[in-house]
């Protein structure tokens, strides 16, 4: 195993182990470092028999929990959930998150929604001072198709930088996501006040969310390269 993925996995066995308590509802994300969280919490349901429920993010997320034989359920049935456990593609300083990489942005943000708390778990890559420092590919915003070309250009004409129609790489055309949306990612923006353009991008017309993650992460866990644990928290 790589250092970045045995800190992927210290990352996600230390927030499993701290933040998932017996009878508890659980929202799974998605990305390479959740896998290893449904390790440890399939790891944990067999060792010490507790019981937990959980709630994908994706398709991805409930294929996870399905290979791992962990009960499944879903929003309808338990809207309040006790913990989300997910991964980001960068965090700032104030615990504000990109997320989208892999396109499940919408469904990680209502399962992050209805949670108690979001614990992030990440390696040491996604760790930033300022959003877009180490994370190049952009910030993802889920769009209706019809409306992908206007919202490209009322983005780079009020924000700059530049907005790219995510494309697929194993099919001809554009990503399409589980929603049925295309995928708009902003590229070269400046240092904003996220939570005032967060506000602004979702209410024009046919934006459906953004990857910003903003006030709703209550803490990090960073796996570092060797192989210890940084701990950050949301600022008050």
């Known amino acids: 195993m790589t250092s970045l993925e045995s800190a992927k996995r210290a990352a ?7 933040h998932v308590h017996n009878n508890n509802i659980v929202g799974i994300g998605s990305g390479s470092t959740v896998i290893y969280a449904v390790e440890r919490l399939s790891e944990r349901v067999k060792n010490e028999k507790i019981n937990v429920q959980c709630v994908p993010t994706s398709f991805q997320a409930r294929q996870l929990i399905v290979q791992h034989k962990l009960p499944l359920t879903d929003l309808e049935i ?7 456990i997910d991964g980001a593609d960068e965090v700032d300083n104030s615990l504000t998150l990109i997320k989208g990489g892999g396109g499940c942005l919408l469904q990680e943000k209502i399962v992050a929604s209805c949670a108690k708390e979001l614990i992030i778990i990440a390696d040491f890559t996604k760790n930033s001072h300022k959003l877009g420092e180490q994370y190049k590919k952009g910030i993802p915003i889920e769009v209706v198709p019809m409306a992908y070309a206007p919202i490209k250009t009322q983005i780079e ?8 129609l995510r494309m697929a790489k194993a099919k001809a055309g554009p990503v399409v996501t589980d929603n049925g949306n295309f995928i708009l990612d902003w590229k070269n923006f400046q240092d904003y006040n996220w939570e005032e353009i967060n506000t602004k991008l979702n209410v024009i017309p046919g934006v459906v969310e953004t990857g910003l993650f903003v006030k709703m992460a209550k803490k990090a866990y960073f ?14």
């Open 157 to 164: 004409n009020l924000y700059g930088g530049a907005v790219e």
């Open 12 to 18: 996600a066995f230390k927030a499993v182990d701290l």
């Open 78 to 84: 338990h809207p309040r959930l006790d913990v989300c």
């Open 223 to 236: 796996g570092l390269a060797d192989g210890s644990i940084k701990e950050q928290l949301a600022l008050a």
